[in-house]
Each structure stands twice: as structure tokens, then as C-alpha cells.
């Protein structure tokens, strides 16, 4: 590069480009100024396997360039890269020589940049360095440090009452209201002693005294039960779940098992463009279909809002799942099927707690006895109509009988037993996702009975879990991206990335095989799922830890593009991911494969071992 024209024309080529886009230009000039142009014809190699590295990284000016890895004496693709890609990151993440051999596919121009003069830049370009780290981790590109979100924000840096507002049971109900006026506070706690008794609203004030109630009666006459508590430490997002699943309007901030102060859901407030809370309580007070479809929308907005980055997937997920329970609680209400009769149940992604689109959430029905099936099945008919009048997309139909989804306790166990019994024969494989069956609402003992059948089933055929693990691999990842379109290890190419089928699908279930494994039969997600094998493995606490990173990825895409675009998310196309995306998948497709030869060594090849 012996002009400054020809520098300048490389640092413009380099800035649109990561993580070349995110250092400033002088840095750039002064990079590419000790840099030379290379080129190499078609199946020259710029690099060997295990090979030293040279003083240079190879950024791909034109052409593509394979990357091979020998193993067993076999040669394999392992990615195709592009203009913008480098060539020898990986000495970057701590690999002292060359993992792969890289290869031109036809003509190819390479700027080789000086790797000591890169490396600095890392240290000074926190984005650069997150671009670089994504090569070996699916979740890192995307984090930004100088960005918190509610998953980082403590509950207590929220708090606006420094002190705590008490009284005891036995003040009257006068005496209390002073106390709350006084301090423009809408509840009081209710303490004996340290002890927290009761929460006493100015909603249950005002509805005591429009019923005649005297203000002279004592609190503990209309107090409500304690909130949930959490400690100072307790995420925002964490402190809104436990609100959520309490149907709360406060929590008790506590330490060591003393009251510190109560949080309202107006504290929440400043973190968030819209209040979660109010938003569930709206969609399980609403009046119609056109007010619950119009509280959904408002939901996904939400949910699309919040989606800053994979580790919010968590809190969001478990939060969409409250949503979802909501709404189809609420129309069971207005449809009047709010029976006692039935366990109402989620199953596949639902039951997974993993659904974030605007998918309708797959529901089953479990019958206290056989003379409530045929309504069951008209009430779950109807609910199916009104998700789609609310907004919901439509799931497939199941590949199993769908008479199955609704029936008695008695029915399920026998479907059950013949799945676990005899696998091929019932071509069990159709109904896996049933394995996901979890309750949402309603009497949950069925449940419980159900799933401890399936769990002693399970324990009288040990093969089960070989063919679940043998099924694993029926689906495989693919190898990469290039241009806009999706690469197998054939070096076949498809237009559409397959986000369902051939990413999450697999680490689904691989997740429920180990589940299975882990005596969790029934009902828990994959997050959870794979949390359980690695406790229980830590030797291999890696590959669990990769793929669980991946999952967030996958999931987070998946939400984005769905709620985005109103639609599944279950296939992208390509154009629609940025280079920091496809470079995440990347590294996500190879923990997916690692975590598939793992589990089929594991368990398909092996004895089943919870172990």
C-alpha cells in the first residue's frame, strides 16, 4: 500500500465491515498503513491446519475462502467466508496455531493487516472486541456494557420510599389511613413485631368503606396476605415475575428476613415505556375479544420493546408465558368455560415457556372424568377460534391424533405408556412435543399424577431414552452463511435459514432427552433442562454452557423476527441478519453439533445415566 489514496480506499472498504465499522478512521489509516494487498488463485491455501500463525490477519477483499478441518484422516468444511471476513481471528481467543486450512475458491484478494497492530484496538473498541469474541461464543456480540437493561437493574435503586410504612394488626383502620395519607403512600404493611402479617391497600380501604365498613375496625379485618419478597439485589425483571405470578400490585423488599420497605408496581414504572403489570392486569379484567386483541398487541409491542439483547430471552419468555396464560384464561371467562372440570394445560413451545411470538399457544385439556370430554373438546375448539380473533397466529395441526388433547387422566396415561413402551411402533416421535405438557391453570393434581406415571413408565424402560437420543440427529445444523444464503456441510445452499427446524429443534431435544435422564419427565423448559446436565456433568460443562448461550441466541431471533413481522420466526432469510448475527449463528452451529455427537455418545451409544 504504497499511497495514501490506496490507504484511504482500504479503510472505506474495512468500514463497512465489523468490527472494522466501530474504530474511528485515523485508527483504521494507521492500520492498514504497514498492510499489503495479496492475491491468490483458485485452491491456493492462505493457511494450514495446526500451522504457526504469520504476523498478518487476511481480511477477504474479493472471493470466497473454505476453511477445512482434517479429523480421522477426513477432510471436512467447516465455513465459507467472504468479502469483510478475516482469516486467523482465532489467534485472537487464545489458539496458538491455525484450527482450520483455509483454501480460495477461485480468485481471491486478501488485505494482510499487521495482527500486532490489530490487536490493540480490541482493547479500545469494546465492540470490536465483542465482534471478535462471537467467534467462539454464540451470545457475546451482543452485549454492550454502557447498555443496562431490566436484567441488570436492581429492584432497590428504584425504591422511592426510603423508609418503611407500617402499622400493626391491631391499629385501626382510621389510624391507618392517616398513616398513608401523610406519607402519599398507597399501602401500608401490617407488622407484629419484625413479623410481616398483612398488606393493607387504599384499595381495600375504599372498598370496606363503600360497603359500609366502619373505620374504627381493626386492620387485621381487611388486610390482604403478605406480597412476595425479594431482596435488594433482585433484578427489576425477576421482582415484575414475582409480582406476575402473585397477581400483586407490591412486593416486600427484605434482607435476613427483615422488611426494608415495599415496592409498588408504579416504582417499576421508570424502567420501562409501558408498565408490564398493568398490562396483565388489563388483559385479565378486559371486557371483550376487541379489548383483549387490542391489550395483545399492546403486549407484543412490549415484549419487541424489551427485547434488547439474548439474556433478556429469559425474563421476557417467562413473562409472555404469564401473558399467554392471561389471555386464554380470559376468554375461557367470556366464553363461559371456566369449568373446574378441567386442568388446562400448555404443551410443545408453550409448555417449554419458550414462546415469545405471536404464535397461539398450544393447549391441552385433562378431564376430571370421561362425561367431560366432549365439552372439554368444544371448549378448547372455541378457544382455539377466539386466540385467532385476539390476534394469534395459528399453530400447525400435530402430526398425533388430536383427540389426545383433550381426555381424562386415565387416557393420557395409556397414550403415555405406549409412547414410552413401544417408540416405533406408535411412532412416538410425533409426540414429543406432548412431552412439554405443563399446567397453566387450573387443578394441578391430574398433572402430578400424570407426570409421576410417565416417570415410573420411563423407569421400567431404560432403552426409551436411546431412541429419544437416536432422534436427536435427525435434524442437523446447518455450517454457515454466505452472501444471503444458508451453507450445509455438503456445501449445498438454501435460501431460507430453518431457525426451527434445523437450530432450536435440535437443542429441544436434546434438552428433553436429558430431562428425561434427570427425572424432569414432564413440563420443565429447555433452559432449565440443560441447567439440570450441567450441574450434574460438570466435566462437560462446557458443551452444556454453549449451548445454552446458542439457545438464548436462537430464541432472541426468533422473538425479534416474529414480533417484528407478526409471524413465527421459525425461518429467516439470511438478508434479514446482520454480519453480527450470522457470526453469532456460527458459533452457535458448532455448539449444536458438539452438543449432538455429545449426547448420542452419551446416551444413544451408552447406558442411560442420570449421572
Known amino acids: 500500500m504504497q499511497t495514501a489514496a490506496i490507504g484511504y480506499r482500504v479503510a472505506d472498504f474495512l468500514k463497512q465491515h465489523p468490527p472494522f465499522?466501530?474504530?474511528?478512521?485515523p485508527d483504521l489509516l494507521?492500520?492498514?498503513?504497514?498492510?499489503?494487498?495479496?492475491?491468490?488463485?483458485?485452491?491456493?491455501?492462505?493457511?494450514?491446519?495446526?500451522g504457526a500463525y504469520t504476523p498478518f490477519i487476511f481480511v477477504i477483499q474479493q472471493g470466497?475462502?473454505?476453511?477445512?478441518?482434517?479429523?480421522?484422516?477426513?477432510?471436512?468444511?467447516?465455513?465459507?467466508?467472504?468479502?469483510?471476513?478475516?482469516?486467523?481471528?482465532?489467534?485472537?481467543?487464545?489458539?496458538?496455531?491455525?484450527?482450520?486450512?483455509?483454501?480460495?475458491?477461485?480468485?481471491?484478494?486478501?488485505?494482510?493487516?499487521q495482527a500486532?497492530?490489530?490487536?490493540?484496538?480490541?482493547?479500545?473498541?469494546?465492540q470490536a472486541k465483542r465482534y471478535v469474541d462471537a467467534h467462539s461464543t454464540a451470545g457475546g456480540v451482543y452485549h454492550d456494557a454502557a447498555r443496562e437493561g431490566v436484567h441488570e437493574k436492581f429492584v432497590a435503586d428504584l425504591a422511592r420510599d426510603p423508609l418503611t410504612l407500617s402499622c400493626t394488626p391491631d391499629s385501626t383502620i382510621a389510624e391507618a389511613a392517616q398513616l398513608m395519607r401523610a406519607a402519599n403512600s398507597d399501602a401500608i404493611a401490617a407488622m407484629r413485631g419484625e413479623r410481616l402479617q398483612g398488606l393493607l391497600t387504599a384499595r381495600d380501604i375504599v372498598s370496606w368503606a363503600a360497603d359500609g365498613g366502619s373505620v374504627s375496625q381493626?386492620?387485621?379485618?381487611i388486610m390482604g396476605p403478605p406480597p412476595p419478597t425479594v431482596a435488594p439485589q433482585t433484578s427489576v425483571s425477576d421482582c415484575v415475575l414475582a409480582m406476575s405470578r402473585t397477581n400483586s400490585n407490591f412486593v416486600a423488599l427484605t434482607s435476613d428476613g427483615a422488611l426494608l420497605r415495599l415496592i409498588s408496581e408504579a416504582d417499576l414504572q421508570p424502567a420501562f415505556g409501558d408498565n408490564p403489570l398493568a398490562i396483565q392486569h388489563d388483559i385479565a379484567h378486559a371486557s371483550s375479544i376487541e379489548?383483549?386483541?387490542?391489550?395483545?398487541?399492546?403486549?407484543?409491542?412490549?415484549?419487541?420493546?424489551?427485547?434488547?439483547?439474548?439474556a433478556s430471552v429469559d425474563w421476557l419468555a417467562a413473562f409472555a408465558d404469564r401473558l399467554n396464560i392471561c389471555v386464554a384464561k380470559r376468554l375461557t371467562e367470556l366464553a363461559g368455560n371456566a369449568s373446574d372440570q378441567w386442568t388446562w394445560c400448555f404443551w410443545g413451545a408453550a409448555g417449554r415457556c419458550e414462546l415469545l411470538v405471536p404464535a397461539e399457544p398450544e393447549i391441552a385439556l385433562i378431564c376430571r372424568d370421561a362425561a367431560n370430554v366432549a365439552q372439554g373438546h368444544q371448549a378448547l375448539q372455541r378457544l382455539r377460534a377466539d386466540l385467532a380473533e385476539c390476534g394469534y397466529l395459528p399453530h400447525a395441526a400435530p402430526d398425533f391424533d388430536a383427540e389426545i388433547l383433550c381426555a381424562t387422566v386415565a387416557t393420557w396415561q395409556d397414550s403415555f405408556s405406549e409412547w414410552i413402551r413401544q417408540p416405533i411402533w406408535t411412532q412416538m416421535y410425533r409426540a414429543r412435543p406432548l412431552f412439554d405438557l405443563r399446567p397453566a391453570w387450573g387443578d394441578a393434581e391430574p398433572w402430578l399424577r400424570l407426570e409421576e406415571f410417565a416417570r415410573e413408565v420411563i423407569r421400567t424402560e431404560p432403552s426409551f431414552q436411546k431412541v429419544l437420543a437416536n432422534d436427536c440427529l435427525s435434524e442437523l445444523p446447518p455450517l454457515t452463511f454466505f452472501q444471503d444464503a444458508v451453507v450445509d456441510e455438503s456445501g449445498e445452499r438454501t435460501e431460507v435459514f430453518a431457525l426451527?427446524?434445523?437450530?432450536l429443534g435440535p437443542i429441544v431435544e436434546v434438552g428433553r432427552v436429558f430431562g428425561i435422564a434427570n427425572q424432569r419427565v414432564l413440563g420443565s423448559?429447555?433452559?432449565?433442562?440443560?441447567?439440570?446436565?450441567?450441574?450434574?456433568?460438570?466435566?462437560?460443562?462446557?458443551?452444556?454452557?454453549?449451548?445454552?448461550?446458542?439457545?438464548?441466541?436462537?430464541?432472541?431471533?426468533?422473538?425479534?423476527?416474529?414480533?417484528?413481522?407478526?409471524?413465527?420466526?421459525?425461518?429467516?432469510?439470511?438478508?434479514?441478519?446482520?454480519?453480527?448475527?450470522?457470526?453469532?449463528?456460527?458459533?452457535?452451529?458448532?455448539?449444536?453439533?458438539n452438543l449432538l455427537q455429545f449426547t448420542f455418545n452419551r446416551l444413544a451409544v451408552e447406558a442411560p445415566s442420570a449421572s
Not at 475462502?65 to 465459507?80: I, M, N, Q, T
Not at 500486532?116 to 469494546?126: G, N, R, T
Not at 426451527?500 to 437450530?503: F, G
Open 218 to 221: 381493626t386492620v387485621e379485618h
Open 291 to 310: 379489548a383483549l386483541r387490542l391489550q395483545h398487541q399492546r403486549a407484543r409491542a412490549f415484549l419487541l420493546e424489551q427485547l434488547t439483547e439474548p
Open 64 to 113: 470466497s475462502v473454505s476453511l477445512w478441518e482434517e479429523a480421522s484422516g477426513k477432510e471436512h468444511l467447516r465455513d465459507v467466508r467472504g468479502p469483510g471476513d478475516i482469516i486467523g481471528i482465532e489467534r485472537f481467543l487464545g489458539s496458538q496455531t491455525s484450527p482450520y486450512s483455509a483454501k480460495s475458491n477461485g480468485d481471491v484478494v486478501v488485505y494482510a493487516l
Open 525 to 593: 423448559s429447555t433452559l432449565e433442562r440443560l441447567e439440570l446436565a450441567r450441574s450434574r456433568m460438570p466435566a462437560h460443562e462446557s458443551i452444556f454452557r454453549e449451548a445454552i448461550e446458542t439457545l438464548r441466541v436462537l430464541l432472541y431471533l426468533q422473538a425479534r423476527t416474529g414480533l417484528r413481522l407478526h409471524e413465527s420466526g421459525g425461518g429467516i432469510l439470511p438478508a434479514q441478519l446482520s454480519r453480527l448475527d450470522r457470526q453469532a449463528l456460527r458459533s452457535g452451529f458448532r455448539a449444536i453439533h
Open 500 to 503: 426451527q427446524l434445523r437450530a
Open 116 to 126: 500486532e497492530d490489530f490487536e490493540p484496538l480490541l482493547a479500545k473498541y469494546p
Open 30 to 50: 494507521a492500520l492498514v498503513s504497514r498492510g499489503r494487498v495479496k492475491f491468490h488463485e483458485s485452491d491456493e491455501f492462505l493457511c494450514w491446519q495446526n
Open 21 to 25: 465499522n466501530s474504530i474511528e478512521e
